[in-house]
């Protein structure tokens, strides 16, 4: 058995230090902890305020979009934990509710505010320059802009519909093997095994169920394409 390695006094004092350190970077400055995510309106006045905020040089612009990432990143973080709440738990369904509100309510608006918020760094770097270290980042808000159709947002919405209809009912595939009932993720660890015997009969097992659900399956995909 391999030997655990212990840390000495300097490395334990410096990951200590990494970690203080990433607590105050990811502290919010900007945006409350107290927001409500019930509907739009609860995070809407914080777009609403960087979409209209005044700015007379550089600085402020640095501090427009630092307020801004720091946005994106409290709603994109709420998306991701709604996201693995309804893959999580498929049955409770205030869990797929609050996900269903999040991409049928929340998400296009923020869409809509975030091209407007594009154009306006774009257009405030053209009087107020940026420095070259944001090169990269203007590029892929120009691209975002280009990219941009109101017309796409009702499309990406009925696109994210479907891709939880697809992830439900692949969430709720229950597989009988050897006398016990498994979830897919449960079952993925056979097909690592060294027995080959096992590894194929955890195979058949998954796609035999998978085979019960491929007339859903392809409806979904039939209405993506």
Known sequence: MMKKYEWNTNERKTMNLIRELNYKRLQRKYVTSKVKWDS???????????ARREINNTNQLYQLILDYSELQYVFFEREGNLYKNMTCFTNDNKKQEEYQNYINHLKPRAEEYGNLINRKIIELNKKYPLSNDYNLYLKRIQNHIKLFESKNIELQKEDDNLYNEYTKIQGNLIFNFQNKKHTV???????ESSDRALRKEAFETIWAEKFKIKDSISDIFIKQI
């Not at 739009?40 to 960087?50: C, H």
């Not at 993720?185 to 097909?191: A, E, T």
């Open 40 to 50: 739009f309106n609860g995070i809407e006045n914080y777009y609403k305020e960087i």
């Open 185 to 191: 993720q449960q079952m993925y660890k056979y097909l």
